[in-house]
């Protein structure tokens, strides 16, 4: 189909987006200057700061763009203003839903606690008018089960007042899914949904383990074809994936976008969703991945409908939210005579 369509639409949604990853540029001077930082940056010093080249990266270059902007998140203040920030630029991205991620305990180097910090990012989500949802990330690691167990709590507190669901985020090779499982059995005893990274820098026997740990959604998944058995998982228990594809090309799990497996994920029959991953590192937008996708693997219109379509039944929105979303992706699809 011609990109000139996806160029028209409006009523994309985005189910993997992390806060830290994905701030506006003019927030980020913003944030510079509420966290009184004299030094003057160039826009091409931000973008550099900021984002990885658009080829040859790697995950240990990509990991390093999160240390600035986080270092810029710490207090209620930019918390706030980030996450109504973001939403206001997803709105004129063309958004009409989307759940963003963060992890508190990232939020904590000036004393900011777990709940003072989603408290303000429940108030920057309430100032605009874009419909979302808040995920909390765990974090995996060694030596903060404590400050995991805390973003459990809080999610529960907080879950439909703002927070939609729970994800664990971090080092998948080094701090494999199966170290968590105390977590997850607490995290099904609250009913919280739960999406989980995995089958990404990890293989497929981690999306087996957040399956069987009450995962509804897969962070990435992308190397669930490696496994005949994870293929039968997904199928089964109706898993949906959160594929991110320019995140996955920066972190150098493939070379390129040719090689990603976006037909053969399709050809499963799997719940797939287009997600951005982090637009200010990757320099992306959710149009963007739809056009990258439609220029490699020549997509058509009732392709991006079933994608898009996906991402409404595959996210923990309410159902209210959810009719909304459906029916103005078919009044838009319409409206263009798609
Ligand atoms: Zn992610």
């Not at 383990?209 to 109706?238: C, M, P, W, Y």
């Not at 949906?240 to 972190?251: K, M």
């Not at 079933?306 to 159902?319: C, D, G, H, K």
């Amino acid at each position: 189909m011609d990109n000139e369509v996806i160029n028209k639409l409006s009523c994309f949604i985005d189910l993997h987006i992390h806060l830290d990853g994905s701030l506006p540029m003019e927030t980020v001077k913003k944030l510079l200057v509420l966290n009184k930082i004299e030094k003057n940056y160039t826009d091409d010093d931000l973008k550099n700061i900021l984002s990885v080249p658009r080829v040859g990266g790697n995950l240990n270059d990509y990991l390093k763009k999160f240390d600035f902007p986080v270092s810029l998140l710490q207090t209620p203040k930019a918390i706030e203003m980030a996450v109504y920030d973001l939403k206001e630029k997803l709105k004129e991205d063309g958004l009409i839903y989307a759940e963003i991620r963060f992890a508190p305990q990232k939020h904590m180097q000036r004393g900011m606690t777990i709940e003072q910090c989603v408290r303000a990012a429940i108030r920057g989500q309430e100032k605009s008018s874009l419909k979302s949802g808040l995920i909390l990330c765990m974090m995996r690691g060694d030596d903060n089960h404590d400050l995991n167990l805390e973003t459990i709590e809080i999610a529960k507190k907080y879950l439909g007042h703002g927070v939609c669901g729970i994800d664990l985020a971090g080092a998948e090779a080094q701090y494999p899914t199966e170290n968590f499982k105390d977590l997850f059995d607490l995290v099904k005893s609250y009913v919280i949904p739960t999406t989980i990274h995995a089958g990404e820098a990890a293989g497929p026997r981690s999306v087996d383990t957040a399956i069987s740990f009450g995962a509804r959604r897969i962070g990435h998944g992308v190397r669930s074809l490696e496994s005949t058995q994870t293929i039968k998982s997904i199928k089964d228990n109706n898993i949906a994936l959160e594929l991110c594809p320019t995140s996955n090309l920066n972190t150098g799990l493939f070379e390129n976008i040719e090689e990603y497996p976006f037909k053969g994920l399709l050809n499963y029959g799997f719940k797939i969703t287009i997600n951005t991953d982090n637009t200010t590192v990757s320099n992306t937008s959710i149009r963007r991945e739809f056009r990258i996708l439609n220029n490699a693997f020549n997509l058509n219109t009732i392709m991006v409908k079933n994608l898009i379509m996906n991402s409404v039944r595959a996210s923990f929105a309410q159902p209210n939210i959810r009719v909304f979303c459906e029916s103005e992706i078919e009044r838009q699809f319409k409206e263009l005579n798609l």
